[in-house]
């Protein structure tokens, strides 16, 4: 299957935590990243391989994975949270690169 | 650290190329994989392609018939040319750097971690 499923949306009160889900065959085989995107800005990488984080990107941001299924939580939500996250890997072929619809985390 | 520089003409006519340069400055030109990636209004992210300092590219199947990327390790540049624009292409174009990887035993990595600031193109 070449395809990411994620949630369109979803909303979190501001301190709490929220779990946005990734869902595709290839994630049996591939390690998902996360891009988070906000309004005007390229995206920019959070997360990458198990549970790495870029310098600068905050631990309250993790991943976990099981089976197909691929999660970013985020731990005690702040208002710069609130973006557009998107999830990524290549295909189960190897040759190109996926990603899900993304979803949008409003936080209130 | 590494940054991306990219470049190109922003406003294109029905049936015309676009053509987009990205030069890498900072980092190594080798072991990653130079990606284009493009983001139409207000919809997610479309991986066009990609290619290594070898110039072995993949691209995405559903622009195979109009697109190439090269690249030039001389100059540290990396190129997109889309032929035969039209509306449906107007969209915000990334260049990025790529990480592909196996992940012993049996997994692979893969993610884009240097990110250009985008080049809007207008097709009309």
């Known amino acids: 299957s070449s395809e990411l499923t994620q949630d369109p949306a979803v909303s979190v009160a501001l301190g709490q935590t929220v779990r946005i889900t990734c869902q595709g065959d290839?994630?049996?085989?591939?390690?998902a990243s996360w891009y988070q995107q906000k309004p005007g800005q390229a995206p920019i990488l959070v997360l990458y391989h198990k549970n790495f984080r870029p310098s600068g990107i905050p631990d309250r941001i993790s991943a976990s994975s099981s089976g197909n299924t691929a999660s970013l939580t985020v731990t005690g939500v702040r208002a710069e949270d609130e973006a557009v996250y998107y999830c990524?890997?290549?295909?189960?072929?190897?040759?190109?690169?996926?990603f899900g619809g993304g979803t949008r985390l409003t936080v209130l | 650290q590494v940054q991306l520089q990219q470049w190109g003409a922003g406003l294109l006519k029905p049936s015309e190329t676009l053509s987009l340069t990205c030069a890498v400055y900072?980092?190594?030109?080798?072991?990653?994989?130079w990606t284009w990636i493009r983001q139409t209004p207000g919809k997610g992210l479309e991986w066009i392609g990609d290619i290594n300092d070898s110039g072995s590219s993949n691209i995405n199947p559903s622009l195979t018939s109009r697109v190439t990327i090269s690249v030039d390790t001389s100059k540290n540049q990396f190129s997109l040319k889309m032929t035969s624009v039209t509306a449906a292409d107007t969209a915000v174009y990334y260049c990025?750097?790529?990480?592909?990887?196996?992940?012993?035993?049996?997994?692979?990595?893969?993610?884009?971690?240097?990110w250009g600031k985008g080049t809007t193109v207008t097709v009309s």
């Open positions: 990025s750097r790529g990480v592909w990887q196996r992940v012993p035993p049996l997994s692979f990595t893969s993610y884009m971690d240097v």
């Open positions: 290839s994630l049996g085989k591939y390690f």
């Open positions: 900072g980092g190594s030109f080798s072991t990653y994989y």
């Open positions: 990524s890997s290549r295909d189960s072929s190897d040759n190109h690169v996926i």
